[in-house]
Each structure stands twice: as C-alpha cells, then as structure tokens.
C-alpha cells in the first residue's frame, strides 16, 4: 500500500480516534486499555508492512520520557518517602531474582544458550511504568501499594536496561568484564540520580522565573526539559529515564506557576504517546510469528506470573513492614509492558542469532500479562480487603490564563488542621490589598468567598495574587507554627514586589 501525505495524515488521526475510543471498551469491559492498542496495531499489520525495529525503539524511548515524566508529575513525595526503601529493592534486587529464575526457565523452555537465556530474563524481568500508570491510575487501591508499584516501575528501567546490554554484550564478546559492566550500572544508577535531582530544581526554577508570553508555552517548556534531561544524562552514560522520573517528582511537588495547564497538558499528551507507542509495537509483531511459539510463551508468562516474579517479590520485600497480603498483591501487580518489547528490540537491532524468538515470546508474554494481571487487580485488591476509600477527582480547576505577559497568577493552597487560617473569617485575614481571595473549594463545592465565609482545614483556596508575593502569602498558611505575622507578611510582601520592580 503506497502512502501520500494526505492519506499518511489521516491514518494518523484514524489510530488516535480508534485509540480514544478504545479506552472506553476497556474501562467497561475492565481490560487495560494497552491490549486493545496492541491488538490494533497487530490488526493493522495485516494490511500495512512494518518491521522497522530501530524506529520502533527511538518512539518508545520518546514516548516512556513522556508518560515517566506525567506519572513523575502526579506522584507525591509525602507517600513516595515512604516507601523509598522497598520501591527501590524492587527495582534492583527484585529485577536481578526475576531475571535469573526466568531467564533459567527461558533457556530450557525455548533452547537458547544460558547467556541468551538469562538476556530473556532481563528483557522481561521490570515491570513497565506506562502499563501499572495506566491500569492503577484510576483504580481506588490502598495508595501505599499504589506508590510502591508506580515508584518500583518508575525507577526499576535502569536495571533492565543495564542487564539487557550487559548480556548482549557478554553474547557478542564473551570476553568481557562483568566488573566493568557492574561499575557502569553504578554510573548509570548514581549519575541517573544526581541529574535528576539537578535538573528537577533547576527546571522549577526555570518555569517560575521566565515570563513567557503565552500560557500555553509553560507546558511544551516543561516537557522539552524533560527531553533535555534524557538526552543529557544519556549521553553522560547515566540512566535519562532514571533521570527525568525523579526529576518529574521534584517539579511536581513544588511550588509551580501554570500549574494545572502543565499537568493536564502532559496528561494528555501522556495518553497520546501511550496509544501511538502500543500501536506502533503491535505493528512490529507478525500474528503468525506469535502463534508460532504461543505454547512457549504461554508456558513462561504463567511461570513469570506465578513463580519468577512472586519469588522476586517476596525475598526482596522480606524485611519490610508490608504484610503478607500486601506482598502478594504487589507481585501479582507486576504488569509488562511497552519497556519489554522496546527492550526485545535491543537483540534485534544487535543482529542476534536467536533474536526474533526472542521478541516473539516477550510480545507475547506482554500481551499474556496485562491482559491476565491487569484485568484481576482490582478484583485481588477486594478479596485480600487491600481497596482504598472510593477515589475521587476533583472536577474543577482555577487558573489564570493570559495571551500576554502578566505577573499575576493564581496561588491554589490547602488548608491544613491548625493552620493560621483554619476557622477564620475571609475579612479577618490581613491579606496585601494587592492579593484577593477569588473561590473556596469545599466538599467537591465552588464557595463564593464573602467577608464572613469561615475557612475550614481541608478547604482549597484559589487567591490572586502578583507573583512576587508568593512565598510571603504562603507563610499565612503555615501550619503549627506562626512565623511571621500577617502585618510582617504584607511588609515583606510589597517590598519583593518593589524590589522587583526595581
């Protein structure tokens, strides 16, 4: 089938409808929405030719920048911290034990060689951040587990990563150091980290500090310094993915100016990446290739489920405070995704012997997987009593939008018990004359600020205010603790703004 650009253009935009629409069969039907992505594209590939693996690599590596950075966004550092320490177990030590239990299955089950064994292993040993973003996203699971999974998905890449090339290149040069390839994954680990931590702060200052002309440019800003972090951390030789996760939680558990235009923008560019990479990983897989080896991967998807990553799970979280049941679910909640099948595209591009068997059985036993695990979390989740208060969205959003410069913005605060504000009246509130308290959220409820609206703990507050005074009106919602007080706060708060101006 030849293609022009008009008819390239519209099967385009056709793949994002029937994406979108898709998402809507799979919420009822309580399937992940990433099968049906899947399955499109496979159904595609019978009238379209693809198998173009090194492109299929460079969109997937594009698209997990995007939707790392989205669920980087959405992740609280208060209930990240928590759980740092059995997040991370997972993502190392878990991923090393799955590697080497299925990789061993993997070597007799398919007839590879214990290198090419053991690269099986590593290539489907992660569980994959687009997948448990997408499936656990909406589900009203105990945010404990939650984070634990999103953070062990968001951080456990590196590892995969690292093991993948580390066995190709043992395969292609079996002469080479395992010590310099265990030295290289510190690097990657360490320098994944640091420049996260750097390019995070630096970014929210960045985002705060320019005045951009429009908006709308505050979230493609964010997004092209989320690339920017990958690219550079890479070809330092660290860990970019590692890198722009940790960088997305710094941004998005600080202070932020247009804040809710960048979340929402990234959203939603989240979900078109997701749908565009699953249609495009399902266009590289042939049906008949797949059914070629179904017993096979049939055969180490219920191994990987039942025996590898279970095994994984339960020596890695063994000292930690989680209890059995919380185990359990953890290990069934390792889903596979869009990062085994770029990962399967490593071996392919490496020209191994046995390197489309291998993709085959990865595509598989990630289509295996999410449809298995993901369609039965919540169902788990009921019977081992782990489901969490009904998950609510809040269907309202304030922000000040403006097709010119401006230094004002709209500050969003929560009212927290013991506050200095908790229970006071608007009017009794030394507010700068400069700043106005514009809507109060309560109960899922706009309230229209009057004089005499009392404010209670656990109240959402939107106050307009210019952007100079930021930190100065923050201090009135301190809790605990008086700081500064209201009369200090609008002293300080004119004379940043005048110096400012200066």
Known sequence: M?????????????????????????????????????????????????????????????ALIVILFEGGLQTKWTDMKRVLVPSTTLATVGVLLTTVIIGALAKYILGLTWLEGMLFGAIVGSTDAAAIFAVLGNKNIR??????????????????????????????????????????????????????????????????????????????????????????????????LLAVYVMAVLIGNSDLTYRHSIFRFNEGFAWMMQILMFILLGLLAFPHQLFSVMWQGLGLSVLLMFVARPIGVFISMMFSKFTKKEVTFIAWAGLRGAVPIVLATYPLLAGLENSQLIFNVVFFVVLTSALVQGSTISLLAEKLGLSGDKKTTVPHTLELVSIGKTN?????????????????EVMSINLPEEALITAIVRDEKIITPKGQTVMESGDIVYILIPKCMREQIKQLF????????????????KKNCKTEKE
């Open 2 to 62: 030849e293609f022009t650009v008009d008819s390239t253009i519209l099967l385009f935009s056709t793949l994002l409808i029937v994406g979108v629409i898709t998402t809507k069969f799979s919420s009822r039907l309580g399937v992940p929405s990433l099968v049906f992505f899947i399955l499109v594209g496979m159904v595609l590939s019978k009238f379209l030719y693809y198998d173009n693996a090194y492109l299929t690599q460079l969109f997937g590596i594009l």
């Open 143 to 240: 945010p404990k587990l939650t984070v634990t999974l999103e953070a062990e998905s968001g951080t456990n890449d590196p590892m995969a990563i690292f093991l993948t090339v580390a066995f190709i290149e043992l395969i292609q040069n079996p002469a080479a150091s395992f010590t310099t390839l265990t030295l290289g994954f510190v690097w990657q680990m360490g320098l994944g980290l640091v420049m996260g931590i750097v390019a995070g702060k630096a970014s929210t200052w960045i985002i705060n500090k320019i005045n951009l002309d429009s908006s709308g440019l505050y979230p493609v800003l964010s997004m092209a310094l989320a690339v920017l972090t990958y690219s550079g951390t890479a070809m330092l030789h660290g860990s970019g």
């Open 408 to 424: 004002s913005e709209i500050l969003e605060i929560d009212i927290e018990p013991n506050s200095m504000v908790d229970g006071k």
């Open 478 to 493: 301190i809790t605990n603790e008086e700081i500064l007080t209201e009369e200090e706060i609008g002293s300080d708060s």
